[in-house]
C-alpha cells in the first residue's frame, strides 16, 4: 500500500500564492510520476501537473507560467508552488503517484482562492 498526505492548502486572495507538498510512504519503490489533480464543484477531476522520476513537467494550459511542481525523489515528496492565483483555481487539489501504472490517491487538500 502507498499513502499520500498533502498539506499547504487554505484560503488565499487573488494574486497571491499557496505550496502544495505531498509525501509518499508506504510501498513507493519504483514511483514513476508524482503530481497533482484538481476538482473543482460540480466539475470532474482534472490534471493539474506531473513531474516524473526523470525530473520532465507536464502542466494543464490553464496553469502554465503560474505553477511550478517539483519533487525530491530520496524523500518521496512532490511540492506544487502556485502562484498568481485566480478565483478559477479554487478545487479540491489531489496527490497521485503512479507506480508500475496504478495510481494512488491522496484524500486532497482545499484551496481556496477569493475576489
Known amino acids: 500500500q502507498v499513502q499520500l498526505v498533502e498539506s499547504g492548502g487554505g484560503l488565499v486572495q487573488a494574486g497571491g500564492s499557496l505550496r502544495l507538498s505531498c509525501a509518499a510512504s508506504?510501498?513507493?519503490?519504483?514511483?514513476?510520476?508524482m503530481g497533482w489533480y484538481r476538482q473543482a464543484p460540480g466539475k470532474e477531476r482534472d490534471l493539474v501537473a506531473t513531474?516524473?522520476?526523470?525530473?520532465?513537467?507536464n502542466y494543464s494550459d490553464s496553469v502554465k507560467g503560474r505553477f511550478t511542481i517539483s519533487r525530491d525523489n530520496a524523500k518521496n515528496t512532490v511540492h506544487l508552488q502556485m502562484n498568481l492565483l485566480k478565483e478559477e483555481d479554487t478545487a479540491d487539489y489531489y496527490c497521485?503517484?503512479?507506480?508500475?501504472?496504478?495510481?494512488?490517491w491522496g484524500k486532497g487538500t482545499l484551496v481556496t482562492v477569493s475576489s
Open positions: 497521485y503517484v503512479k507506480i508500475w501504472g496504478m495510481n494512488y
Open positions: 508506504g510501498r513507493t519503490s519504483s514511483i514513476h510520476a
Open positions: 513531474i516524473t522520476s526523470g525530473g520532465d513537467t
